[in-house]
């Protein structure tokens, strides 16, 4: 197919592991968008919809950084309202402040249910996941380990997370108006809750053991939780993978299940052109 030759020159043309699918290329741009076709958006409306939903009506904030919920107190006034306060200035105020990290403590906890939900729902819903995506899961799979025998099975299970929770699921949370989840665009504060719960999910996702692979100081407190879930996260990436491979299994219902059981495939002009761009650039491979 199309999709497994671009994969393996992507692998080919890769000079190290860690560089693999991280860039925004036609490859990954082409696997975007074709989890988001009717069967990846039918899977995440009735596994992940509800939870997205509710987590968007929510009128709490969910802030952890600490400069943010001193500028939240700022606000409020629960604390003096000081003009001109540079960053550092704020930061080192609400590192003293008590009721700042008794806040951020109260709020992990939250976020750490909120992120249980989601992977529980993922847990649960492996074999509803559409053949096409978990296809291209093991192809993932499958290259990482011919073309760099070295890689760890922690490595391996990071770039399949990588595709599916960074290019699959993370943008239904942040941008559920987008995926028809809801009706508009959420409120600034309803975003920046989706935004951590899709920070928590990548961290999972990255299979890193490293304290220093948490980008953001303030996710620190969240450390634990991530590396609890890690395990179990690799188990289900594992079984994503653990499907009949396209050239053995030909039969009627997996095409069916590609195009939501119907013949008719529905295109468009964006799409069409990143076809046309994967078409001239590998045109050597396929004639």
Known sequence: SMFETALKYEFQEATEFGSLLRANTAMTRMMTTYTRRGPGEMYLRSTLGDIIVDLAKRTDSLEINPVKVYEEMMEEGTV?????????????LAEKNETVHKIVKNRVGKLEKIAEA??????????????????????????????????????????????????????SIVTPHAYRLLPH????????????????????????????????????????????QQIQVRGFLDQLCDVPDFHESMQLEQYLALCQKTICIEITLSEIYLIHNLLVKYQDVLV
């Open 118 to 171: 989601f992977l529980q729902a993922m847990f649960s819903s492996v074999d509803q996941v559409p053949y096409g995506i978990r296809w291209l899961c093991k192809a993932i799979q499958q290259l990482a380990k011919e073309h760099f025998p070295e890689a760890t099975s922690e490595n391996v299970s990071s770039l399949i997370g990588g595709f599916y929770v960074l290019r699959f699921l993370n943008p």
């Open 80 to 92: 003096a309202a000081t003009r001109h306060l540079s960053f550092t200035e704020k930061q080192k």
């Open 185 to 228: 665009q959420p409120r600034y504060g309803a975003r920046r809750n989706l935004t951590l719960v899709a920070k928590i999910l990548q961290n999972i996702a990255n299979q890193s053991h490293a304290s220093a692979a948490v980008k953001e100081s303030y996710m620190q407190p969240l450390q634990p939780f991530i590396h609890q």
